[in-house]
C-alpha cells in the first residue's frame, strides 16, 4: 500500500469520529510519523480524547489513557519492581506508559517531578524502574493535553519541558453546521464504538522510514533555520526557539508534505509548520503580553521578516 491511500484512509477514518477538524487530524498524524509527541492546548469538551482513541484504534495500537491529579507519582507512569517471594527475586510492574500511544489528560495538573517522568520516557525512549532500563513500545507517541484558561491547582510546564513537545495546537470550536453534525452523529451512540481499524502498526512504521526520504533542498534548511533565527532577535520575543526548534520544523515540515503526497519540501511547507512548531518554544516579553500582542502575530512578522526561497 502506498503512502498516499495509507494516510487517505487514516483521514477517512478518524473523521468518521472528529467532525470537521481536518487541520487537527492531519497534525497529529504529521507528529505520529516525525516520531515527535504532540501538546493540545485547548478548553474541555472539543474532541481531544476521542481524536487520541481514534487514532489508536484507526492503526490498531495498544492505548492508555493517563489522568493525571496532583497526587499522582512518577511509578504511577513507569511502574515499579515487585518483590516475587517464590523467586526470591524483583520484578518489574510496567506502568500504564508502555503502549503504542498515551493520552497524558490535562498533564499540567500533576507536580513537576512527575511531568518530568513522562517527559524522559518521551525524550529517551526508554523507562528506568530501579535503575533498569525498559524501551517503550515502537511506535510510542504521546498526546498530552492542557487546559489553557483554568488554572487554579495547575503546574504549568516550564519552557524546558514544553520543547519536548514537536508539535503545540489547539482544535477549536466547530462551526454551527459541524455541531449540528456532531450531535446528529451520536442521537443512538458514539462513532468511535463503531470505528475499525484501516492499517496497522506496521505500516506506520513504514511511513516513519519514508518521512526521512522526503527531500528537503539546502535552500529550505537555510529558509527553516534563518526563521529560528529571527525569532531571537524580535524585539517582543524575551527567549527565542532553540536549535531544536529547527530540527522541529524541518521534521513537521517533511511530515506534513508526506502527508500531501510530496516528496518534497515547499517554503509553504515550512510556513504552515512554523506556529505549531514554534509557538511554544518563544516567550514573549512582559510588555509585549499587556499589550496584547499574541504568539501568532510575532511569528507571522518572523516569517514576512525572511525571504522566501525561490
Known amino acids: 500500500m502506498e503512502s498516499k491511500e495509507i494516510i487517505s484512509k487514516l483521514i477517512a477514518n478518524i473523521e468518521k469520529v472528529i467532525v470537521g477538524k481536518r487541520q487537527a487530524v492531519e497534525l497529529c498524524l504529521a507528529t ?11 478548553v474541555p469538551g472539543l474532541g481531544k480524547t476521542m481524536l487520541a482513541r481514534a487514532i489508536a484504534l484507526s492503526i490498531n495500537a495498544d492505548f492508555k489513557r493517563l489522568q493525571f491529579t496532583p497526587d499522582i507519582l512518577p511509578s504511577d507512569i513507569t511502574g ?3 518483590y516475587n517471594q517464590k523467586t526470591q527475586e524483583f520484578e518489574p510492574r510496567p506502568g500504564p506508559i508502555f503502549a503504542n500511544i498515551v493520552l497524558a489528560d490535562e498533564i499540567n495538573r500533576t507536580t513537576p517531578r512527575t511531568q518530568s517522568g513522562l517527559l524522559e520516557c518521551m525524550q529517551e525512549g526508554k523507562v528506568t524502574i530501579d535503575g533498569v532500563s525498559y524501551p517503550v513500545p515502537d511506535p510510542f507517541f504521546v498526546i498530552a493535553t492542557e487546559n489553557p484558561i483554568e488554572f487554579q491547582g495547575t503546574y504549568p510546564l516550564p519552557e524546558a519541558q514544553m520543547d519536548r513537545f ?4 489547539s482544535i477549536g470550536y466547530p462551526s454551527a453546521e459541524e455541531e449540528n453534525l456532531i450531535v446528529e452523529r451520536q442521537v443512538k451512540n458514539h462513532p468511535i464504538e463503531n470505528i475499525k481499524s484501516v492499517v496497522d502498526l506496521g505500516q506506520i512504521k513504514l511511513l516513519q522510514e519514508k518521512v526521512t526520504t522526503v527531500h528537503i533542498s539546502p535552500e529550505i534548511m537555510s ?3 534563518t526563521i529560528v533565527r529571527a525569532t531571537r532577535l524580535h524585539p517582543d520575543i524575551l527567549l527565542g526557539a532553540s536549535p531544536r526548534g529547527s530540527l522541529a520544523l524541518m521534521q513537521a515540515s517533511r511530515a506534513i508534505a508526506l ?9 509553504d511547507d515550512v510556513k504552515r509548520m512554523a ?3 514554534l509557538g511554544h518554544r518563544i516567550v514573549l516579553k512582559t510588555e509585549a503580553q499587556v499589550e ?3 504568539k501568532q502575530k510575532v ?3 518572523v516569517l514576512r521578516s525572511v525571504a522566501v526561497p525561490l
Open 32 to 42: 505520529l510519523i516525525s516520531r515527535g509527541h504532540i501538546l493540545i492546548e485547548d
Open 299 to 301: 511569528i507571522t512578522e
Open 292 to 294: 496584547g500582542i499574541t
Open 259 to 267: 502527508i500531501n503526497d510530496r516528496d518534497f519540501v515547499i517554503p
Open 80 to 82: 515499579v519492581s515487585i
Open 223 to 225: 529558509f527553516i533555520t
Open 275 to 277: 506556529f505549531f512548531t
Open 166 to 169: 514537536l508539535l503545540c495546537i
